[in-house]
């Protein structure tokens, strides 16, 4: 089987604008006629409002841009023409039978500073075109009001034809400035989603550090303490005692020692940022029940943000080999292609491994395409499974303005 998750896949937000097949016009007057004649003359009222709207908005917002509340009125009035947005696009559903998907809102949050809602408000790509849209309209409202009615007394028998005409134009305008970016909305919904694994998943290695020191390291360190403070009391008293207490703390302060040191390669192991990718996946094979092949082939090192997720991916990846695979020998590639960082992990178990068999698939598929990645499981029953992960290549001296998201991310897959 192959299942394969991308940030490419589309998320179902349509930004695209299709027209009912109209019947082509002819020497009568049907509904549809009749719905665009209305239309027409509708545009005129139409146009006067959203034209007023926004050169009252644009010269005030602009002209007080001088001040401190100039940016705030501009971007309050970008808010306010989408709203205008929304009404012709009712309009033209309604009269047009032009069916126009409604724009995502702005991912506007509580916890964002003002200045980056306002920031996000300005740049807002619908409702500037909305303020094209108007100001394009206002002749073109001036122009159609006047056609159509004239046209209603002068030539009534081929008005059907020159309503078609306009309203033609009229669909193509609404389709052209009023339809969501299919792009831009597309990546403003995956980013939403992604913030959201992000988040979760950094809440959810909280709680397992938080529960690993609680569990481990420090129920040990405590039991050590009570250990030496009792041997400490029987020193003089019962040296020999004492000294077998002292022992058993010596090997206490052992096992704490190596559970901090798995905690701490599990939130981000010291061989990957002395030594890179091929030691630290190197070190990572060597653990595995199974005979792991690496090759790394990396002429420089990506982003460290990068280099986390690959080695945290590399590292669930084996140990679903270990525990779920039957395979007796496996491997893994690492190489660069272009802009992406390639990793492949393979052996020759029985296979059967998919996103949704309970083996961390899901989260690694989804923690990948938090960062622009990709996923590929092809495991056929009866084996060999193949998994292929694509991440995008950052150089260590970018100044990428996702690294805080990425460091989240890479904390531990």
């Known amino acids: 089987m192959t299942e394969h998750v991308s940030t490419s896949t589309p998320t179902g937000l349509a930004g695209g604008a299709t027209g009912g097949h109209l019947p082509p016009a002819r020497f009568a007057y049907d509904r549809h006629t009749w719905k665009e004649i209305a239309h027409l003359l509708a545009n ?42 929304k009404l012709e696009r009712a309009r033209a559903r309604a009269l047009l039978g032009v069916r126009v998907d409604e724009p995502s809102p702005l991912p506007l949050r509580g916890n964002d500073g003002f200045f980056s809602q306002l920031w996000m408000s300005l740049k807002d790509p619908v409702g500037w075109r909305t303020v094209l849209y108007d100001f394009i309209r ?46 831009l909305e597309r990546r403003i919904a995956e980013l939403e989603s992604d913030r959201g694994v992000v988040v979760d998943t950094a809440a959810a290695d ?35 005692t004492a000294a077998a207490m002292v022992d058993e703390a010596h090997g206490e302060v052992k096992l704490a020692l190596q559970e901090l040191r798995d905690l701490a390669r599990g939130i981000h192991p010291a061989v990957l940022t002395d030594r890179g990718l091929d030691a ?102 009866g084996g060999p499974t193949s998994i292929t992960a694509e991440l995008p290549w950052r150089d260590r001296t970018e100044a990428d303005a996702s690294s805080g998201i990425s460091r989240t991310s890479a904390t531990k897959y």
């Open 280 to 381: 630290a996946l190197s070190s990572v094979a060597s653990r595995c029940t199974v005979p792991v092949k690496v090759t790394v082939d990396l002429t420089e090192r990506p982003a460290a943000a990068i280099e986390g997720i690959a080695y945290f991916t590399v590292s669930e990846l084996l140990q679903n080999v270990s525990k779920h695979s039957g395979a007796r020998t496996a491997s893994v590639e690492v190489w660069r292609s272009s802009d992406r960082l390639l990793i492949q992990v393979g052996d020759d178990g029985h296979g059967g491994a998919s996103l949704d068999g309970g083996t961390g698939m899901k989260g690694l598929a989804d923690r990948l395409s938090a960062v622009d990645g990709l996923f590929v499981v092809d495991s056929p029953q």
């Open 206 to 240: 909280l709680r397992r550090i938080e529960r690993d020191l609680h569990d481990g390291a420090q129920a040990r360190l405590v039991n050590l303490a009570m250990g030496l403070g009792l041997a400490k009391e029987k020193l003089l008293e019962d040296p020999d």
């Open 138 to 183: 206002f002749p073109w409202g001036v122009l159609t009001f006047a056609v159509t009615l004239t046209s209603l007394f002068v030539l009534w028998p081929v008005l059907p034809f020159i309503a078609r005409v306009l309203a033609n134009a009229d669909r193509a305008m609404v389709r052209a400035l009023l339809s969501p970016s299919d792009e």
């Open 44 to 85: 005129l009222p139409a146009a006067l409002i959203g034209f007023t709207y926004v050169a009252t908005m644009l010269a005030v917002g602009v002209g007080l841009t001088v001040t401190v509340i100039g940016f705030p009125l501009l971007a309050a009035g970008l808010l306010g023409a989408r709203q205008l947005g």
